[in-house]
């Protein structure tokens, strides 16, 4: 049932998390604080409308003054009408000639306009009373591409051909229905950060193990490859053969030396490596594939549908690691789920919401997208946070019910700036 | 001489020029403002360091709190010593744990970064009472190289490399320095913003061709290709057939669009095509570049060397218009230059800066890199607020004397927020 709803005003919040014993390091951060860049969007009902940007640490208050800047576009409008032709108001936030010049499409202004996306499907959703999951799979093909803006993807995906890639799934919609009964199947990322130790690493696979993953993060990246080895075979052996492994470079090689380590890598039979060298550098992915037979995985620091689109079309990219609080966010996260299915690339997002909205979007992916249930990365750092966290049993996601993409805190966060473990 | 200087605190200044009567307009911006993002460096001495970043607006507030935050990294710090191994203290900054996840080396945090590097290589010219053009010209291979970041480079320019080619430009050298005597080429942009009138443009290219200019710019990208084959024609008419004539699409195309209207722009024999699609799109540069025998320029919206790395790989870029008030300063500005050079790819910078520092860097890129003297863009709207404005006669830049890189402002310009024209 639709509901009419007025956004009054916008605001943004800025939450810092600090992180305990080595959680959340890797090779480019050694104490990171996981921080949101939240919008809030107040209404003339109960409902508020709350988004998510990722940040680490300090930068964060940047990402909210740009917030505080967005939001204009978007006050004063009424929900339903504004997501019926959501793809123009987009395209208007994402050219804002006051903050195109700090892009175009990237870094700060980018951060904050996924905040503000976020912020709006999160509230249509609830003014339908439905999970995001839900609204998203209901939307007819039209509605939903009406909800993205395909400036410069018209010599790849243009609209009508979106239109008739979703249409074409429509055939084994039925069966895949069966994942929000059985679960959509996670990894454990927090099993090997970079600063853990290797007592810790083997500590945590055995509990994660037990907890019924089957699928295993480490964190490499040293300046001596010689650790990552020595940790990867850790895990290899603790984990045992039939364990999904996965390696985590966090961009912190120059190609030769990505192209050595990955060399010696393989040896443990990784499922893939993850941002092996600069997340800019297509061509460096693309002659690390063709000289190292190991699947690539990125996409948590790839900008928009720009750099998603030459990432893709290079063919470097095995897994696609869109994250919709890094990208312009729902919005331009389907529509680069949309070109990765037409290019058969599977999509693992990066979870810089903790799984909150990704847990909702996977779901939309394989049902409404037919895209392989892969696997959706699991983090539990911040659990203690949301109104309604993630759950996770035996190693999958439990399908959330609760209106919207749950990116609500509790109501103690929202009282304090810095929060600890 | 070098004379000891200490850094004793950096601020931001936000400083908006508003222009008027269509001056600065361009198929995405129709009302312009121009904004700096100015770092100051105090001194123990009577000298000020005074860096530049280019922004249209609003957003410019978002990178001066970057810089207030970035300058910490140079504080307390003696500008010799420092600039003796600049690469470290750049790559420190530029990955900034509470900053980095906001690009990286991208948007907000590295405009900022480039507004703090270029005070420090201002200070450094002045603390030894040298143009940066001479200060740069007179640095040994290595003294350079250290004042640059060669990570993610290892593969296609590693540092040794850069020494060697540095030292291999050193024969024609001598004969080069005639450029100081003879003056830069420049090339007049301001003939055909956008909402200029043909009327305008007009009388522009005739005043223009008076002052000694024989290369002009027309900006396209217009809704409307006919608009733009109309004004490309008009140009060429008035300008005469000797003249160069560069056309300026400022992004506006889709690769289609770009395709079909490149084709018909071609008649009036262009120089380059500038920004004909999104400038993160590598892939449509290419396409175009193969379809469409046009030279294409780009590069005022190229965030950093590894997209530059890139760009440059992929064979479709015949102009390198790197920005130092858009890459991270002269630094970064300085490596991008001798990969260009390796490849053969000429620079003709986008002069965010109107100008006032790239005039000292293109005469170093000739004198020592070799690069060729093909031309320098030239926007006179804000020379009644620098302290030391460039000066074009006939058509040519005069080699500027004063001490550092000609970014200071005269004292006026300090004490309000906003001018006007």
Not at 174 to 194: A, H, Q, V
Not at 365 to 388: C, M, Q, R
Request: glycine residues 6%.
């Amino acid at each position: 049932m639709k509901k009419s709803i007025l956004i009054q005003s916008g605001q943004s919040r800025d939450i810092h998390f600090a992180l305990e014993n080595g959680a959340g390091s890797d090779a480019v951060h050694s104490t990171p604080v996981y921080a949101y860049a939240v919008c809030s969007l107040q209404t003339d009902s109960q409902l508020e409308g709350v988004g998510l940007a990722l940040t680490l640490g300090a930068g964060n208050k940047l990402v909210c003054d740009a917030i505080d800047y967005l939001v204009q576009h978007i006050e004063g409008k009424e929900i339903n009408e504004l997501m019926a032709d959501f793809g123009t108001t987009y395209k208007k936030m994402a050219d804002d000639p006051n903050l195109r010049w700090l892009g175009p499409h990237k870094g700060v202004v980018h951060l904050a306009l996924a905040s503000v996306v976020n912020a709006c499907f999160d509230l249509w959703a609830k003014s339908r009373c439905q999970p995001l999951w839900q609204l998203l799979i209901e939307l007819s093909p039209e509605e939903l591409v009406n909800t993205m803006d395909f400036s410069y993807f018209e010599d790849i995906l243009p609209r009508e051909e979106a239109i008739t890639l979703i249409k074409s799934q429509a055939a084994g919609r039925e069966s895949r229905l069966g994942i929000l009964k059985d679960g959509y199947p996670g990894y454990d990322t927090s099993i090997g950060w970079f600063n853990y130790t290797d007592e810790q690493v083997t500590r945590n696979i055995k509990k994660s193990i037990d907890q019924g993953f089957t699928a295993l993060k480490l964190k490499v990246g040293s300046r001596n490859a010689t650790r990552d080895i020595r940790r990867a075979e850790l895990v290899r052996k603790a984990a045992g053969p039939d364990a999904t492994i996965m390696l985590d470079a966090n961009q912190q090689w120059n190609l030769p030396k990505a192209m050595a380590t990955c060399r010696q890598l393989l040896a443990i039979d990784p499922f893939w490596i993850e941002e092996p060298t600069h997340p800019d550098d297509i061509q460096a992915h693309v002659s690390l594939a063709k000289e190292v037979s190991i699947p690539i995985a990125l996409g948590e620091h790839v900008p928009n549908k720009i750099m998603f689109k030459n990432f893709i079309q290079s063919g470097c990219m095995s897994y696609n690691q869109v994250d919709a609080v890094r990208v312009g966010g729902v919005s331009e996260f389907l529509l680069i789920s949309l070109l990765s299915r037409k290019y058969n690339v599977p999509i693992v997002p990066h979870v810089g919401d903790m799984g909150q909205i990704h847990q909702h979007l996977v779901l939309f992916n394989h049902i409404s997208l037919g895209h392989p249930a892969i696997l959706l990365e699991h983090i539990p750092h911040l659990k203690d946070y949301f109104k309604f966290p993630a759950q996770v049993m035996d190693g999958k996601y439990i399908t959330p019910g609760e209106p919207g993409l749950s990116a609500d805190f509790k109501e103690f966060v929202l009282e304090k700036k810095v929060l600890s473990q």
